[in-house]
């Protein structure tokens, strides 16, 4: 990645004027991610390679976010010749050309006597970052894409903006009257959406390839309850190249070819999206997993790819994927219509609607309500299951509904498009299967995967309470609501900590996962501190 002076004196600039506008198109200029950026390993080769499949730390993203002290090919020549003598350490080696990554979060524990609501509020500076370390040199430097303004990472190992994370941590925001920050990362998710095309994974080289739940049409709509609706004007572009992203090759399609990237084409005339990546190799921040796993498979380049798609999906990993119900070898993301993703691109679709008649182009505003009354009829046909009363996830591929219940079929009740019939039943089933002492159950299979029974995750919590919001059912919304934010309170009680999950069944440490439990936690503060001060 080619870095000129100029950016080193944007950055400089923007410490001395962190509100200034007119630093970033500097930036834009400097720093397009969109052709330019490789991921580390990509960088780094057969070093990378030998660093995360020897364990040389425990974290595979440990690795992947260090800051090489010296330019790539120095580093390189230095390690093809000092591996081939007989006293050669690679941990040793890797620490004295590489800066390793600092987590300035991790352990960061409440005041004695301080409420959570007092400890959310001082996390909020503990969690912001202001930028991306000077670069000393033209040369790429680490993994992290810079962003123009502070944006608020979620805490312990992830030391990076999260795509759809950030929307709960912004609900947190908003609650503790900080719409400067809800706009800063709203702006640095416009300029990611101008530099790479798209709002990747997250600000991370490595997580260029895929995005994330498309958020971004909730976080403008949260903006302008603060700004006014005028506001969706300043974000229309970069609105609608978020959409054209998710629709990409839609005009290729055809019944020989229906599926293109996180496009299907299901019936004439019919599209929803599903999850995909560009790419299909070991995802970098869990490189040695990856290959591990893929050992026994007979494609590995076709399984690196279904995994790094339940990454974009945000539930990695999770039943929703898995062939079989249990077992991760048997993943399959890209088969799937996922019911939550085509949900928020109906808010996109109507959000663009809603741009485009502010603007006065009624035409692009009916074409955009057309399209979301398409999708809306395309949910209803293929994800709705009348006879278990609930949304599933569609396998376009064996041309049935998914078997496993899970949280993503709340989203259309969210989103405004089931009837009110659809939201009794949806409710009936949250109350019977769902519904636990700490909270709600993401689904109801055991599997040992993070995104499974028995653990409850704050984003979905809310996703819940305001779908039965909007549909009257408010003695179950309360009772959601009162079991989650009394977990968070117990464990905050205990422990000091506010967490990324929850085990809501057994009430005790959330397990499953590619890594430990983490504390911060954003979206889990954002969620709890809305639900704590709302009236």
């Known amino acids: 990645m080619k870095q000129s002076n100029h950016y080193v004196v944007f950055l400089l600039f923007f410490v001395l004027n962190p509100t200034l506008d007119k630093a970033q198109p500097v930036l834009e200029k400097t720093r397009s991610a969109k052709q330019t950026q490789l991921s580390p390993d990509e960088q780094f080769g057969e070093l990378f390679k030998a660093v995360q499949l020897k364990t040389v ?81 033209d040369e790429q430097v680490g993994s992290l894409i810079p962003l123009p303004k502070p944006y608020i990472v979620p805490g312990g190992r992830f030391s990076e903006i999260y795509y759809w994370d950030s929307y ?33 994974n997250g600000n991370r080289t490595y997580f260029l390839g895929r995005s994330q739940p498309p958020f971004f049409s909730f976080m403008v709509n949260l903006l302008s309850e603060i700004q006014g609706r005028r506001i969706l004007l300043t974000y229309l572009s970069e609105l609608q190249k978020e959409y054209d992203f998710w629709m990409a090759d839609k005009d290729q399609l055809n019944a020989q070819q229906p599926a293109r990237r996180r496009v299907v084409r299901l019936d004439e005339g019919v599209y929803l999206n599903r999850h995909f990546d560009d790419k299909q190799t070991p995802r970098p921040e869990s490189y040695r997993e990856d290959v591990q796993l893929a050992r026994s498979s007979k494609n590995p380049s ?17 039943s929703r994927w898995l062939g079989d119900g249990k077992n991760l070898r048997t993943i399959h993301t890209t088969d799937f219509i996922p019911v939550d993703l085509n949900a928020l691109l109906v808010n996109l679709e109507q959000t663009l609607a809603s741009g485009y008649r502010l603007k006065g182009n009624q035409i692009q505003a009916r074409k955009y ?27 376009f591929v064996a041309r049935k509904p998914s ?3 899970s949280l993503a079929g709340v989203y259309p009740l969210f989103v405004k498009i089931a009837t009110s019939a659809q939201a009794v039943a949806v409710a009936r089933k949250l109350e019977q299967l769902f519904l636990k002492a700490g ?18 995750w704050a984003p ?35 422990s000091g900590k506010i967490v990324e999950k929850y085990d809501v069944i057994s009430t005790a440490a959330a397990k499953g996962g590619e890594y430990p439990n983490q504390d911060g936690f954003g979206w889990t503060n954002g969620v709890l501190l809305k639900l704590l001060t709302e009236k």
């Open 369 to 395: 309500e057309e399209l979301a009354q398409q999708r809306r009829n395309a949910i209803q046909r293929y994800c709705w299951n009348s006879k278990n009363g609930f949304y599933f996830d569609y396998d």
């Open 302 to 318: 076709l399984l690196y790819r279904q995994l790094r798609a339940a990454a974009e999906s945000g539930w990695d990993f999770s």
């Open 168 to 200: 709960f941590t912004m609900l947190g925001l908003r609650a503790s009257d900080r719409a400067a920050q809800i706009r800063n990362m709203v702006d640095n998710f416009a300029y990611l959406i101008r530099t790479v095309g798209y709002i990747p």
């Open 439 to 456: 909270g709600l159950t993401t689904t109801l299979i055991r599997t040992g995967e993070q995104w499974d029974a028995p653990n409850g």
């Open 57 to 137: 730390f425990p974290d595979s993203k440990t690795f992947a976010d260090c800051i090489p002290k010296f330019p790539r090919a120095a580093i390189l020549a230095k390690y093809e010749k000092a591996r081939k003598q007989a006293d050669f350490n690679l941990k040793t080696f890797v620490l004295q050309h590489f800066t390793l990554p600092i987590r300035p979060a991790s352990g960061y524990s409440s005041k004695v006597g301080q409420s959570a609501q007092e400890h959310i509020t001082d996390l909020w500076a503990v969690l912001t970052r202001p930028d991306t370390p000077k670069p000393t040199s």
């Open 403 to 405: 078997s496993v219940y």
């Open 460 to 494: 979905l919590q809310w996703i819940t309470i305001q779908g039965l919001r909007n549909y009257r059912q408010l003695p179950l919304a309360n009772k959601v609501k009162t079991n989650w934010v009394a977990e968070n309170l117990r464990v905050y009680k205990a």
